[in-house]
């Protein structure tokens, strides 16, 4: 059996474990070292094994993981959440739909200073639920909306699923950042707008709920500033290049935990809390990487991305019709994993056939360009059936709305993101003018 076989049979059993709910990390350090080894046997195995790992590691660009799952935990804990979607309903409440809507900008704004997308669902549930149930709102509508917003969360930066493929692809993490943010305006505007339409054709889904004073308003609007400061300070600094995204995740998860003591929402069995969530969060994180290392390793000797990215340059196919089967089998992988799982499976074998083919741009645009493009189908995955994460989460909180009647409620929130993926792949400059315009 040659090493290009055993490689695609290695990514069946792989793709066949994760479908089994085997954890990510324990069934690609199986396959990896299983595949390593019926290639160079065990000897070279250890040889690898006492120095990659280090390496992989002793990565500066980690560093910058655990102190943005650090700022999400402490905003949580300084109730932003709750501020959020309380300065989003005083302005929004009043229109048919407008309780979703707050909902949604809600989300976008936690998902800017949380980066994951299951946190911001969990957390907005909780704030945003009660007050959609108290206006009688369709669990169609609720849970739908909540589930799509969410994934907002892994969009707008800071994100930590982006921050892996940035360095799965050895792209700059700051470059990577800014081609996001306007893409994830747009997810949050078209969110908006697929509610606005939503409640238009059943207007019963959304009552109108009571208007507030213009004192309540600016009342909210001023709750909401520690965000603001939060947001101008991390992701403003890295853009200007005032810190490196280390540095500023560090500087923000600070001034996080200085506005949670100061709202009284964090005192120490808190700080502990927040201190053991990162520490899981970071270490199941680090534990896929090893796994990813070991699996991408096995590839490489195998040169199956190598071979695969030849064969797919001479079958004459234009290189939009490969993106898009790419993109079609984000899709299917998002009904059997997660996000980060399908990052760290797919980068190392699709991104040498993208980086193969003529997309009419520079090396550092087309990572961006497509970096984005992954980010979002991946986000798509969230809330994909049959087996939609955020759904499930979302799901889970609202008992009286069944399963069946969340994944209804997203299929007009998948619409608006197919929509969205659509533009951007026709127009590259949504993705680049910003990157551009900084440089």
């Given at each position: 059996?040659?090493?290009?076989?055993?490689?695609?049979?290695?990514?069946?059993?792989?793709?066949?474990?994760?479908?089994?709910?085997?954890?990510?990390?324990?069934?690609?350090?199986?396959?990896?070292?299983?595949?390593?080894?019926?290639?160079?046997?065990?000897?070279?195995?250890?040889?690898?094994?006492?120095?990659?790992?280090?390496?992989?590691?002793?990565?500066?660009?980690?560093?910058?993981?655990?102190?943005?799952?650090?700022?999400?935990?402490?905003?949580?804990?300084?109730?932003?959440?709750?501020?959020?979607?309380?300065?989003?309903?005083?302005?929004?409440?009043?229109?048919?739909?407008?309780?979703?809507?707050?909902?949604?900008?809600?989300?976008?704004?936690?998902?800017?200073?949380?980066?994951?997308?299951?946190?911001?669902?969990?957390?907005?549930?909780?704030?945003?639920?009660?007050?959609?149930?108290?206006?009688?709102?369709?669990?169609?509508?609720?849970?739908?909306?909540?589930?799509?917003?969410?994934?907002?969360?892994?969009?707008?930066?800071?994100?930590?699923?982006?921050?892996?493929?940035?360095?799965?692809?050895?792209?700059?993490?700051?470059?990577?950042?800014?081609?996001?943010?306007?893409?994830?305006?747009?997810?949050?505007?078209?969110?908006?707008?697929?509610?606005?339409?939503?409640?238009?054709?059943?207007?019963?889904?959304?009552?109108?709920g009571p208007k507030a004073t213009k004192t309540e308003r600016?009342?909210?609007?001023?709750?909401?500033?520690?965000?603001?400061?939060?947001?101008?300070?991390?992701?403003?600094?890295?853009?200007?290049?005032?810190?490196?995204?280390?540095?500023?995740?560090?500087?923000?998860?600070?001034?996080?935990?200085?506005?949670?003591?100061?709202?009284?929402?964090?005192?120490w069995f808190g700080f502990i809390e927040c201190i053991k969530?990162?520490?899981?969060?970071?270490?199941?994180?680090?534990?896929?990487?090893?796994?990813?290392?070991?699996?991408?390793?096995?590839?490489?000797?195998?040169?199956?991305?190598?071979?695969?990215?030849?064969?797919?340059?001479?079958?004459?196919?234009?290189?939009?019709?490969?993106?898009?089967?790419?993109?079609?089998?984000?899709?299917?992988?998002?009904?059997?994993?997660?996000?980060?799982?399908?990052?760290?499976?797919?980068?190392?074998?699709?991104?040498?056939?993208?980086?193969?083919?003529?997309?009419?741009?520079?090396?550092?645009?087309?990572?961006?360009?497509?970096?984005?493009?992954?980010?979002?189908?991946?986000?798509?995955?969230?809330?994909?059936?049959?087996?939609?994460?955020?759904?499930?989460?979302?799901?889970?909180?609202?008992?009286?709305?069944?399963?069946?009647?969340?994944?209804?409620?997203?299929?007009?929130?998948?619409?608006?993101?197919?929509?969205?993926?659509?533009?951007?792949?026709?127009?590259?400059?949504?993705?680049?003018?910003?990157?551009?315009?900084?440089?």
């Amino acid at each position: 059996m040659t090493s290009f076989e055993i490689a695609i049979y290695a990514i069946a059993l792989l793709v066949i474990l994760l479908a089994l709910r085997i954890p990510v990390a324990v069934a690609m350090i199986v396959v990896g070292v299983g595949g390593y080894v019926s290639i160079t046997g065990w000897t070279a195995l250890l040889n690898y094994s006492m120095t990659s790992p280090y390496w992989r590691f002793a990565n500066y660009d980690l560093s910058v993981i655990p102190m943005f799952l650090l700022m999400g935990q402490l905003a949580t804990k300084a109730g932003l959440s709750s501020a959020l979607f309380k300065s989003a309903n005083a302005y929004l409440g009043h229109r048919r739909g407008g309780v979703a809507m707050a909902a949604v900008g809600g989300c976008a704004g936690f998902g800017a200073i949380c980066g994951s997308s299951l946190a911001t669902a969990a957390t907005m549930a909780q704030v945003a639920l009660p007050e959609l149930k108290k206006y009688k709102y369709s669990g169609a509508l609720a849970t739908g909306a909540l589930a799509a917003g969410g994934t907002l969360g892994i969009l707008i930066p800071p994100s930590v699923v982006l921050v892996i493929f940035a360095i799965a692809v050895e792209a700059n993490i700051v470059t990577m950042f800014q081609a996001a943010f306007i893409p994830g305006i747009m997810a949050a505007a078209g969110y908006l707008v697929t509610i606005a339409i939503y409640v238009r054709i059943k207007p019963e889904a959304g009552p109108v709920g009571p208007k507030a004073t213009k004192t309540e308003r600016r009342h909210a609007l001023i709750e909401t500033w520690p965000v603001m400061v939060i947001f101008l300070l991390v992701i403003g600094g890295i853009y200007l290049g005032v810190f490196t995204p280390t540095e500023g995740a560090a500087f923000g998860a600070l001034g996080t935990g200085i506005i949670a003591v100061w709202r009284g929402g964090l005192r120490w069995f808190g700080f502990i809390e927040c201190i053991k969530g990162t520490a899981i969060s970071t270490a199941m994180i680090f534990l896929i990487l090893l796994g990813a290392d070991f699996f991408n390793a096995f590839l490489g000797l195998s040169r199956m991305p190598m071979e695969l990215a030849e064969v797919i340059g001479s079958s004459g196919l234009t290189p939009m019709t490969i993106l898009l089967i790419m993109l079609i089998t984000y899709l299917l992988l998002g009904c059997v994993m997660d996000s980060l799982a399908m990052i760290l499976l797919t980068v190392p074998i699709f991104w040498p056939i993208i980086a193969g083919l003529d997309f009419g741009m520079p090396e550092d645009d087309l990572k961006m360009w497509f970096g984005v493009i992954v980010l979002i189908v991946v986000e798509v995955g969230l809330i994909t059936p049959p087996v939609g994460l955020n759904v499930f989460v979302i799901n889970s909180m609202s008992k009286a709305v069944k399963l069946k009647e969340t994944f209804i409620g997203v299929l007009p929130f998948l619409l608006s993101d197919i929509i969205r993926i659509v533009l951007l792949v026709l127009f590259p400059t949504l993705t680049l003018a910003l990157p551009h315009m900084l440089k």
